[in-house]
């Protein structure tokens, strides 16, 4: 069995600068960010919030996804975050607990089934 993977999005704020990424490990990801040891391009231009992510069975399916999503239009990026999150909150500290998931709750209601660990995120 592979690793699961993520791809997900920070911004520098509502309508701001973007970044999209792909990692095994959301919650280090997020904190090599903080941290400033993640991207120079994050570090340089304070894209800290992490506005979207999307969680996959296998990490090669997240990159997959991750280099189709780089290449969209902006515009197309701003829908996909303002599907779940129109307001542009923080996730981060609704999504973990540390280095945990505790829940995700935005503008709908999500179920979290566990499988292998980790939430698999859909709608009811």
Request: include cysteine; charge should be positive.
């Amino acid at each position: 069995m592979g690793r699961r993977g993520y791809v997900y999005i920070l911004a520098s704020q509502k309508n701001g600068t973007l970044y999209v990424g792909v990692t095994s490990d959301l919650a280090g990801r997020l904190l090599q960010h903080q941290t400033g040891t993640g991207s120079k391009f994050v570090a340089r231009y304070g894209v800290m919030r992490l506005v979207w992510f999307d969680e996959y069975d296998l990490v090669v399916d997240a990159v997959a996804r991750e280099k189709v999503i780089k290449k969209w239009p902006r515009q197309w990026k701003i829908n996909l975050i303002e599907e779940r999150n129109p307001h542009w909150h923080d996730i981060r500290g609704i999504c973990f607990d540390g280095r945990h998931f505790v829940a995700l709750v935005l503008h709908r209601r999500l179920a979290l089934p566990f499988r292998h660990g980790f939430p698999t995120l859909s709608t009811r």
